[in-house]
T-cell receptor, first 113, second 114 residues
Framework: GAGVSQTPSNKVTEKGKYVELRCDPI?????LYWYRQSLGQGPEFLIY????????DSGLPNDRFFAVRPEGSVSTLKIQRTERGDSAVYLC???????????FGSGTRLTVV | AQSVTQLGSHVSVSEGALVLLRCNYS??????LFWYVQYPNQGLQLLLK??????LVKGINGFEAEFKKSETSFHLTKPSAHMSDAAEYFC????????????FGQGTRLTINP
């Protein structure tokens, strides 16, 4: 596609529920990144995929967070047993050339009530 | 570990005035440095990047930034502000391209007064 697509754009869920956030990268981009942006903060790194494998998941805050990219294209960020502190904008980016060429999506705003 | 400090969470300038947004970084190795802009309800858009070539980097929309190693700074400037420049600006650093992740500052909200 022309850009990085993230769905849904907004998600409201109840505390304790499970959510999935989807990222559709630019066609042909092998690298995919997830970041989390809390209110009033800069984005924080969560996980980076090169192809199908997670090359760096050091930013995932705990084992309730998990991400997959089974075919090396679309990625899903999964959050179990959501907590109010998980409320944030979740940003996805993709790249063909690493840091020199990140393209970010518009994000998914997650609100846990 | 690398870190970024953006001085001033809010900056307000008049239309046509100089824009200066400050960024200082901490890195143990030569850094890669970036400025991103975020308009309301949109993703981050790359303004410019420094990757160890020229120290004065020109970006989109008339913005530029100068890498000063002695001051560990990478301040963003624009000679003449336009109303459309109102947005949130983020400075980011990465130690090496292989690391593949960015560390962002807290952001600076730029307001343009008519």
């Amino acid at each position: 596609g022309a850009g990085v697509s993230q769905t849904p754009s907004n998600k409201v869920t109840e505390k304790g529920k499970y959510v999935e956030l989807r990222c559709d990268p630019i066609s042909g981009h092998t690298a995919l990144y997830w970041y989390r942006q809390s209110l009033g903060q800069g984005p924080e790194f969560l996980i980076y995929f090169q192809g199908t494998g997670a090359a760096d998941d050091s930013g995932l805050p705990n084992d309730r967070f998990f991400a997959v990219r089974p075919e090396g294209s679309v990625s899903t960020l999964k959050i179990q047993r959501t907590e109010r502190g998980d409320s944030a904008v979740y940003l996805c980016a993709s790249s063909l050339t690493g840091l020199r060429g990140y393209t970010f999506g518009s994000g998914t705003r997650l609100t846990v009530v | 570990a690398q870190s970024v400090t953006q001085l001033g969470s809010h900056v307000s300038v008049s239309e046509g005035a100089l824009v200066l947004l400050r960024c200082n970084y901490s890195s143990s190795v030569p850094p890669y440095l970036f400025w991103y802009v975020q308009y309301p309800n949109q993703g981050l858009q790359l303004l410019l990047k420094y990757t160890s070539a020229a120290t004065l980097v020109k970006g989109i929309n008339g913005f530029e930034a100068e890498f000063k190693k002695s001051e560990t700074s990478f301040h963003l400037t624009k000679p003449s502000a336009h109303m459309s420049d109102a947005a949130e600006y983020f400075c980011a650093v990465s130690d090496e391209e292989g690391a593949q992740k960015l560390v962002f500052g807290q952001g600076t909200r730029l307001t343009i007064n008519p």
